[in-house]
């Protein structure tokens, strides 16, 4: 069995005394494992770092067997990232949430797609918190747990969408919310995809998505508890002032 295929580093980890076990989201085979030899030599253990793009090969005897990796290095993205506190904190989150949510050997074009321009952005294109956030809506969508944020529950409107049912995953319009607007979740502008329009936007904007990766993603992975570098980050950026 062999394959080649590009993908995202997830994750690394020691394996005996030479190699590592890698974990990648890759284009067309989705989140899939493998062993490198030689991973954690002087020469190979540079080029896996998490969010690095690598070119992979893929060899096993069978297709069930884990396999071993032959990598080659696409670009990097640490540098991108290790003097900016919260890429890197996003970049965290943004691997550890692919690990812990998607079914391995599973392809998504769609999410893969949209998780390298997310990557390629961090702490390199103004605005990516936005990206991320929107990232996160597209990661429920993929799963089967997609909001429905085009109209408001309660009557129908398509304007003044201001919260989200927690119930539901529906939007709801300010008029709609009435006496319940204080049990509903924030729907900022810019969770619709519009541009930000005042600070905290983002961060009100993950209070809502955290909801639902808690309440509905977690319970169906079996209650696994989301990952804490998802938590770390949401709290590093809804700290007032620069994050570094």
Known sequence: MEWRDEGALLGVRQHGETSAIIEVFTARHGRHLGVVRGGVSRKIAPILQPGAQLDLTWRARLDEHIGAFTVEPIRSRAAQVMDDRLALAALGAVTALLSFALPEREPHAGLYARTVALLDALGAAPGWEALYLRWELALLEELGFGLDLTRCAATGATEDLVYVSPKSGA????????????????????????????????????????????????????????PPARARFAALLARPGPAL
């Open 171 to 226: 939007a709801v319009s300010r008029a709609g919310g009435g006496e319940w607007a204080d049990r509903l979740l924030p729907l900022p502008p810019v969770l619709l995809g519009r541009p930000e329009e005042r600070p905290g936007e983002v961060a009100e904007g993950l209070r809502t998505t955290g909801h639902f990766l808690e309440s509905w993603l977690a319970p169906a992975l079996g209650d696994k508890p989301v």
